[in-house]
């Protein structure tokens, strides 16, 4: 069974930074592309930031360009998020999800920042 | 970038009975290798999102049979033969064609 499990998420202020994380088990990690997707409180779904599965290539939105990194660890079936220059507009529950059509999602973890 | 555009945004349905979805992508989705990658996902209240629909067509596992999507290029659908209680919602629409992936805005799919 496919399990994804976000975590890092908190209180941030505005212009600081956080790192997410995303635990997966069930697959084998390193054969998939990755994503973080986010979703800000009562809207949509906002695609972030995507990383192959080798970790050579990542592509970002054009809002997080230079602020945000996307990078992952096969050795540790882990994939992260460093966010930096954060503004308030970044405030949302963040997913991480398998493979460019979104086959499978974790629970998300929360970002909110405010002074 | 590629714009989804989803109708209706509200959809009131009675149990029992269909539903229905369109999508509408500013630009072809098929993809080089040929393939159109159009999804379909669901959000229930409170949970994550879930795929229900790869490439237009393909039930992803454990998916119901009463969802189905077609379509091709520019437009497509995602139909419910019979909606349950269990399928209220916000459904999206989303390309992986072309980065950034992009999202329609959502259909919120009500019990009348």
């Known amino acids: 069974e496919v399990q994804l499990l976000e975590s890092g998420g908190g209180l941030a202020q505005p212009g600081g930074s956080l790192r997410l994380s995303c635990a997966a088990s069930?697959?084998?990690?390193?054969?998939?592309?990755m994503n973080w997707v986010r979703q800000a409180p009562g809207k949509g779904l906002e695609w972030v930031s995507r990383?192959?599965?080798?970790?050579?290539?990542?592509n970002y939105t054009d809002s997080v360009k230079g602020r945000f990194t996307i990078t992952r660890d096969n050795s540790k079936n882990t994939l992260y998020l460093q966010m930096s220059s954060l503004r308030a507009e970044d405030t949302a529950i963040y997913y991480c999800?398998?493979?460019?059509?979104?086959?499978?999602w974790g629970q998300g973890t929360l970002v909110t920042v405010s002074s | 970038d590629i714009v989804m555009t989803q109708t209706p945004l509200s959809s009131p349905v009675t149990l029992g009975q269909p539903a229905s979805i369109s999508c509408r992508s500013s630009?072809?989705?098929?993809?080089?290798?040929?393939?159109?990658?159009l999804s379909w996902l669901q959000q229930r209240p409170g949970q994550p999102p879930r795929l229900l629909i790869y490439?237009?067509?393909n039930r992803f596992s454990g998916v119901p049979d009463r969802f189905s999507g077609s379509g091709a290029g520019t437009d497509f659908t995602l139909k419910i033969s019979r909606v349950e209680a269990e399928d209220v919602g916000v459904y999206y629409c989303?390309?992986?064609?072309?980065?950034?992936?992009?999202f329609g805005q959502g259909t919120k799919l009500e019990i009348e």
């Open positions: 999800a398998k493979q460019d059509q979104m086959m499978d």
């Open positions: 069930g697959f084998t990690f390193s054969n998939y592309a």
């Open positions: 990383i192959s599965g080798g970790g050579y290539s990542s």
């Open positions: 630009q072809s989705l098929v993809y080089s290798d040929g393939n159109t990658y």
């Open positions: 490439q237009i067509s």
């Open positions: 989303m390309q992986a064609t072309q980065f950034p992936l992009t």
